[in-house]
């Protein structure tokens, strides 16, 4: 067993009867999308989920978990997710796919949001290995991008996998990948981000997780 599934597994067990537990997407949410699906059949724990992406949702449903609509929900228990980096003071950086708005819409949305990942997404400050992830209305992309260039951004459109045209999000976004001033820490870019007309969603998560399980050689180390 890998570090990401030792993590996932750790996860699955927060999950209670009849919980609403919001999933998230990526190689380590696969994970755990797996080990609560084994715990639904191994000793008949209901519970409904809501998928932060397609790609989620699919998995799921393929594992007999049943997805319910976030339109349907004003709030759920749980959320499990990823993230790319994680700080000292436990900002995250999440946003690496494309699905942001709905990722932080989970996290605020859930009484309890735990962290999945190894140590190698723990950084010093928020930035560190990856640019910023900023989701921008389609039409004022260059409006936000000047805006965020006037506050010490640099980067471009974030590109598709084929290299033949620019990342669109499930929400219909397009993405900036920026690079900031170290000197800026994630509560002073999430201020400043969040204040940018244009600006949908970014990828800071600050202050919103309220557990962290970091694997390093299947030790599985809690932050709360």
């Known amino acids: 067993m890998n570090d990401k599934q030792a993590v996932a597994l ?121 640019p910023i992830p900023i989701e921008v209305m389609p039409f004022a992309w260059q409006a936000a991008k000047r805006s965020i260039e006037a506050v010490g951004g640099v980067g471009e459109l974030r590109q598709n996998a084929a290299k033949d045209g620019l990342c669109v999000t499930s929400h219909g976004s397009l993405v900036l990948d920026m690079r900031f001033d170290a000197n800026l820490d994630a509560d002073q870019l999430n201020a400043l981000l969040n204040n940018i007309p244009g600006v949908v969603e970014h990828g800071i998560f600050a202050k919103l997780a309220t557990t962290i399980l970091i694997a390093d050689q299947g030790k599985i180390e809690s932050r709360i």
């Open 10 to 130: 750790e996860a699955a067990s927060y999950v209670k009867h009849d919980m609403i537990v919001g999933l998230g997407t990526g190689s380590t949410a696969n994970y755990f999308i797996e080990a609560l699906a084994a715990r639904q059949q191994q000793s008949q724990l209901r519970v409904a989920t809501v998928a932060s992406s397609n790609i989620s949702m699919i998995k799921a449903q393929s594992v007999g978990l049943t997805v319910l609509s976030l339109s349907q929900l004003s709030q759920i228990d749980l959320y499990v997710d990823g993230a790319d980096e994680i700080t000292p003071d436990n900002a995250l950086l999440k946003g690496r796919g494309y699905d942001l708005v709905m990722e932080k819409l989970l996290a605020k949305a859930a009484k309890q949001f735990i962290v999945v990942a190894d140590r190698s997404k723990l950084v010093e400050r928020i930035g560190s290995q990856y």
